[in-house]
């Protein structure tokens, strides 16, 4: 009866199968850890070559860091082929110490006063009004208070 109303108002028969076997689960950590370590390198080639070709999103480069602002997430990367880390723009903290004519900065997460979760780098002179404008474009996509 059903199979006739189908037939009768969708032109065509419906039929159903039955469902595909579920594979079965696995708990090889070790294979998906390789994994996992392929995806992140294949991302991190993908971001360097972004950055070479000129992806369209704005980045800051300084020695082996690079940093992209993919919308109002804050990627960084050390070297070419490493693991990315993203932290969200509204999470973000930095602290600046002056350092000779350069900057020693820290960024990451603020938890409990400290900052977590983020690295480290030292910009030279000639770099810091480029980072200075980079974080004050990151910045200024923060959700308002």
């Known amino acids: 009866m059903i199979a006739a109303w189908l037939l009768a108002h969708c032109g065509h028969m419906y039929t159903t199968t039955p469902a595909p076997r579920a594979a079965p689960i696995t708990t090889d950590i070790d294979s998906h850890r390789r994994r996992g370590l392929w995806r992140s390198r294949w991302a991190a080639i993908g971001a360097a070559v972004a950055v070479t070709f000129g992806g369209g999103q704005p980045q800051f480069r300084n020695g082996k860091w690079t940093f992209l602002l993919d919308g109002r997430v804050l990627e960084w990367f050390f070297g070419a082929l490493t693991e990315g880390h993203r932290l969200h723009v509204d999470h973000l903290r930095l602290e600046a110490v002056p350092d000779g004519d350069g900057l020693r900065i820290r960024w990451g997460v603020e ?12 910009v030279p002179a000639e770099n810091v009004t480029a980072f200075q404008d980079f974080i004050a474009l990151a910045l200024a996509t923060r959700t308002p208070d």
Not at 112 to 117: A, E, S, T
Request: glycine share 24%; proline share 0%.
């Open 111 to 122: 938890v409990k006063g400290l900052i977590v979760n983020g690295g480290s780098m030292d």
